[in-house]
């Protein structure tokens, strides 16, 4: 197997590296698996650093992002963030299926006016991107939804609340110019699905996303690895938690957030935090059919994406059962390990979609470049999860709003480097999968 490329998941030692005085990340670039960059050095010369400090204006990269994180959050709060299932392998192959495609720029190209604006349900947004569905994201910020929901309302792109988030709704509704979409976990009896989509019907949800893959919990060893047997962080994870006052005062000083969108579905004596993910995880419906899903159809009427689909004939199926969009993805890697990456059925997928329904894809995007590369193959727009939980933890809305801005400014930058002028523009033919190296072509 290849080695894993520069900025996947996760890093192995499970180690944060160390601080220095001037807020910056001290990393082993000669370590893919944690670093950009390491062909640029002759040994640890020159010394590179993620910047980590308080300056939002100097952050560069999501990568910076994602190191001021590790900086400021507890040990156990990054392992739920980052880690994957099983032995990760799915978590690694995200980022590898990026690193696996090649660009073939053209040149002598008019790069004057460069146009990363896509048009999402209609409606045209400035970049080709919607956040991504997370649950429990109370544990990395107080209100949290409602940073993410506002950064999203800023940026003209989607923002798809999750079943499991700590914002009631109607208050994340109520964020001014916002697209707001509603994902949809099924459990219980149906009156709970029913009820949710009914609230989310009355919200002015733009589009309802079911996800599909998610009924079993997936084997999240190093996450449990913090927590003893009823859930509850272990000692050795209280320890470190109190080595971080920021975020405790900031997140965790009214104790454990609450699942404000099921809580009243959830018996009185078990709405404490972790009685009530128990208890929700344990109704989660594993007989979800298809028949659920015609359900579902037949009851909401505006946009509908399936999400969490990693096989094409389901893709023909969702399109025979009436879907408006399939989101293709693996749940960030945190639910089957040793599955494909949604990049590497997305040309396929295509074939089959054609333009008959919208076809996002979900995991593993950290750059522009992420987003240009599915953009080519074949994906209308994609989600973004961890990168934008990287802005929040590290900045707040801020540094949401600085996440989606890189990449927006990393795809110009591309778009001018490739030699095109705006997404209309890519197409398969621009890259290269590595195994297909090196080219021959007859002229």
């Known amino acids: 197997m290849s080695a894993i490329p520069s900025g996947a998941f996760p890093t192995t030692r499970r180690k944060v590296p160390g601080f220095n005085r001037t807020g910056t990340w001290e990393i082993d ?5 944690k670093a950009e960059g390491s062909f640029a050095q002759v040994g640890s010369s020159p010394r590179r650093t993620h910047y980590t400090g308080r300056k939002l204006a100097r952050v ?10 590790h900086k400021l959050m507890p040990r156990f709060v990054l392992e739920y963030l980052e880690g994957g299932a099983g032995q990760e392998a799915t978590l690694a192959r995200e980022r590898q299926a990026f690193a696996q495609w090649r660009a073939m720029p053209f040149t002598l190209a008019d790069e004057t ?6 048009n999402i349900l209609g409606r045209t947004a400035p970049l080709p991107l919607a956040i991504a569905p997370t649950g429990l994201n109370g544990i990395f910020k107080r209100n949290a939804d409602i940073a993410l929901a506002q950064a999203a309302a800023d940026a003209g792109i989607p923002f798809i609340q999750s079943t499991m988030s700590n914002s009631r709704m109607e208050n994340v509704a109520a964020v001014p110019g916002l697209r707001h979409w509603w994902q949809l976990y099924v459990f219980g009896g ?12 009355r919200a002015g949800c733009e589009a309802l996303v079911l996800t599909s893959n998610a009924q079993i919990f997936g084997q999240r060893e190093w996450d449990e690895r913090n927590r003893t047997a009823g859930g509850f962080p272990n000692l050795s994870a209280l320890v470190d938690a109190a080595c971080h006052p920021r975020w405790l005062a900031t997140t965790f000083s009214r104790g454990f957030p609450v699942f404000q969108n099921v809580i009243d579905f959830v018996p009185k004596d078990q709405r404490s935090f972790f009685d009530s993910a128990n208890w929700i995880r344990d109704r989660m419906r594993k007989s979800l059919s298809w028949e659920d899903f015609a359900k579902i159809r037949e009851r909401w009427r505006k946009p509908l994406f399936l999400k969490g689909v990693l096989n094409l004939e389901d893709v023909t199926r969702a399109i025979d059962h009436g879907v408006d969009g399939v989101i293709l993805g693996g749940h960030g890697g945190r639910q089957a390990d040793w599955a494909i990456s949604p990049l590497d059925l997305l040309p396929r997928a295509k074939e089959i979609a054609k333009d008959r329904i919208a076809l996002y894809i979900s995991g593993g995007v950290r750059r522009g470049s992420d987003i240009l590369k599915a953009r080519a193959l074949g994906a209308d ?3 973004s999860g961890r990168a934008m939980l990287y802005g929040l933890c590290a900045h707040g809305a801020a540094g949401v709003s600085r996440a989606i801005e890189l990449l927006r400014s990393e795809m110009v930058n591309e778009l001018g480097q490739y030699g095109v002028p705006n997404l209309e523009a890519l197409s398969p033919d621009l890259f290269v999968h590595e195994d297909r190296l090196p080219i021959r072509t007859s002229v």
């Open 190 to 201: 149906d009156e709970i699905w029913q009820e949710l989509v009914d609230r989310a019907e």
């Open 113 to 118: 006016c460069r146009d990363v604006s896509a």
């Open 60 to 69: 560069r990269s999501v990568a910076d992002l994602r190191a001021r994180t």
């Open 381 to 383: 727009a994609v989600l």
């Open 29 to 33: 670039l000669n370590d893919p698996k």
